[in-house]
């Protein structure tokens, strides 16, 4: 796979020596630290000193995070920030929550985690809604067709109070599920090397009649069958020997997922099509934290706020200087060293797709599912209700420019 340059001087067998030392959770935070190439002398040094300090006293709380098949090396690709609100969260209660963290898919893989979770077997887990809307259906709210114009939209609304009515208290009173923060992309359709020697795609209509992967999301599948795009349910860990093995046109998923999950030899172009949500969250379960006192909540909500801001800024930079999901492209990027072409889709094209498939313009596509999540919100319009947030910026705002707010505190 090629990933992050921090890593690359490391060894599989030397990661899991070295965890047989000091405990996988204690390797992968220390390895997390490092933003630059690292010895496996330095490594260990680390990973020594984040075991005694982790160690230093007994916990209140141990919880463990399944982080489906994330490490310490893909993690510098995808900036989903799991790590981080570990090694946050641990020193920010002074050792008194303990976070096992577990990924690698040793525990959970992506449509696994919300039910592990669900389940009482792991207390936290990262993973996509869209994975995880199979266990937990509410995560569907996220997944309107064009309901986000833009990552800088996401992470408005991800800050924005109301999204405590709109997203995280029914996730908490249908399914037990705390969500705390997350990453934000749009997704597009990733194609294979079957289209390698083909012109860079420009038009939604030339994708029509391709047959594509889609995720566990029921409202994703909506807009794909809208515009032709033909979903076929092919597991996470499944999709690359789909894309290679031509048994798929492409995927739907966004840039940094195609870099990280090592996809990106196999994919010939990555279709900004950005037609709903890429959204790699970390949640808890509600059982785990009424565990907590209050004053460990808060510093729940405060590493889940320092998390969330993180993401914001280190994945917009990963997307440019890691992944290459940039025209042009960076040199040395993953994306430009495996030819992975950027389809950019014109203003026009957008709006085309938009009308061909989003709320907006076929509400008719929508009426089941729009009303179900909206009985399961408490009755609000989930939709234009977010629909409206998401445009309360300016069409152009950065998404590293977007205000951080504490959403808890209204």
């Given at each position: 796979m090629k990933?992050?340059?921090?890593?690359?001087?490391?060894?599989?067998?030397?990661?899991?020596?070295?965890?047989?030392q000091y405990g996988m959770s204690s390797t992968l935070l220390a390895a997390g630290t490092f933003g630059g190439a690292v010895s496996i002398a330095s490594l260990a040094k680390a990973a020594e000193s984040t075991y005694e300090k982790r160690?230093?006293?007994?916990?209140?709380?141990?919880?463990?995070?399944?982080?489906?098949?994330?490490?310490?090396?893909?993690?510098?690709?995808?900036?989903?920030?799991?790590?981080?609100?570990?090694?946050?969260?641990?020193?920010?209660?002074?050792?008194?929550?303990?976070?096992?963290?577990?990924?690698?898919?040793?525990?959970?893989?992506?449509?696994a985690c919300v039910e592990k979770a669900q389940q009482g077997i792991i207390e936290m887990f990262s993973a996509s809604t869209q994975n995880s809307a199979g266990g937990a259906p509410y995560y569907n709210v996220l997944d309107y067709a064009y309901m986000?114009?833009?990552?800088?939209?996401?992470?408005?609304?991800?800050?924005?109070?109301?999204?405590?009515?709109?997203?995280?208290?029914?996730?908490?009173?249908?399914?037990?599920?705390?969500?705390?923060?997350?990453?934000?992309?749009?997704?597009?359709?990733?194609?294979?090397?079957?289209?390698?020697d083909r012109d860079t795609v420009t038009s939604i209509d030339q994708l029509a009649g391709t047959k594509n992967r889609v995720t566990g999301t029921q409202l994703g599948r909506i807009a794909m069958e809208a515009m032709q795009l033909n979903p076929v349910p092919v597991a996470w860990e499944e999709t690359l020997d789909g894309l290679r093995q031509g048994l798929i046109d492409g995927a739907e998923t966004w840039a940094s997922a195609v870099a990280y999950g090592g996809m990106s030899p196999v994919v010939s172009q990555c279709v900004d099509l950005k037609f709903f949500c890429g959204t790699e969250h970390t949640a808890m379960t509600t059982k785990a934290w009424d565990t907590l006192s209050d004053e460990l909540q808060e510093a729940v909500m405060e590493s889940s706020y320092w998390a969330q801001v993180h993401v914001q800024g280190a994945n917009e930079a990963a997307l440019v200087n890691t992944v290459g999901f940039s025209t042009p492209q960076l040199e040395n990027t993953i994306f430009a060293r495996d030819g992975v072409r950027i389809a950019k889709l014109s203003d026009a094209e957008i709006a085309k797709a938009e009308q061909m498939c989003s709320p907006e313009f076929q509400p008719q596509l929508w009426e089941q599912w729009r009303e179900r999540i909206n009985g399961w919100s408490g009755g609000h319009d989930t939709y234009q209700d977010i629909y409206n947030i998401a445009r309360e910026i300016p069409a152009d705002t950065l998404a590293e420019n977007v205000e951080p707010r504490r959403w808890w505190k209204g």
């Amino acid at each position: 796979m090629k990933i992050s340059k921090a890593l690359a001087g490391i060894s599989r067998r030397d990661l899991f020596r070295l965890a047989g030392q000091y405990g996988m959770s204690s390797t992968l935070l220390a390895a997390g630290t490092f933003g630059g190439a690292v010895s496996i002398a330095s490594l260990a040094k680390a990973a020594e000193s984040t075991y005694e300090k982790r160690f230093a006293k007994e916990p209140k709380h141990t919880f463990k995070m399944g982080a489906a098949g994330f490490n310490a090396r893909n993690l510098l690709v995808e900036r989903a920030g799991c790590l981080e609100f570990a090694r946050d969260l641990e020193s920010r209660t002074d050792g008194e929550i303990r976070v096992e963290f577990i990924g690698d898919n040793q525990i959970c893989n992506q449509t696994a985690c919300v039910e592990k979770a669900q389940q009482g077997i792991i207390e936290m887990f990262s993973a996509s809604t869209q994975n995880s809307a199979g266990g937990a259906p509410y995560y569907n709210v996220l997944d309107y067709a064009y309901m986000f114009p833009s990552r800088a939209a996401q992470y408005y609304f991800l800050y924005h109070p109301d999204s405590v009515r709109l997203l995280r208290e029914p996730l908490e009173k249908r399914h037990g599920i705390k969500f705390l923060f997350s990453h934000a992309e749009l997704r597009g359709i990733n194609l294979g090397m079957s289209w390698k020697d083909r012109d860079t795609v420009t038009s939604i209509d030339q994708l029509a009649g391709t047959k594509n992967r889609v995720t566990g999301t029921q409202l994703g599948r909506i807009a794909m069958e809208a515009m032709q795009l033909n979903p076929v349910p092919v597991a996470w860990e499944e999709t690359l020997d789909g894309l290679r093995q031509g048994l798929i046109d492409g995927a739907e998923t966004w840039a940094s997922a195609v870099a990280y999950g090592g996809m990106s030899p196999v994919v010939s172009q990555c279709v900004d099509l950005k037609f709903f949500c890429g959204t790699e969250h970390t949640a808890m379960t509600t059982k785990a934290w009424d565990t907590l006192s209050d004053e460990l909540q808060e510093a729940v909500m405060e590493s889940s706020y320092w998390a969330q801001v993180h993401v914001q800024g280190a994945n917009e930079a990963a997307l440019v200087n890691t992944v290459g999901f940039s025209t042009p492209q960076l040199e040395n990027t993953i994306f430009a060293r495996d030819g992975v072409r950027i389809a950019k889709l014109s203003d026009a094209e957008i709006a085309k797709a938009e009308q061909m498939c989003s709320p907006e313009f076929q509400p008719q596509l929508w009426e089941q599912w729009r009303e179900r999540i909206n009985g399961w919100s408490g009755g609000h319009d989930t939709y234009q209700d977010i629909y409206n947030i998401a445009r309360e910026i300016p069409a152009d705002t950065l998404a590293e420019n977007v205000e951080p707010r504490r959403w808890w505190k209204g």
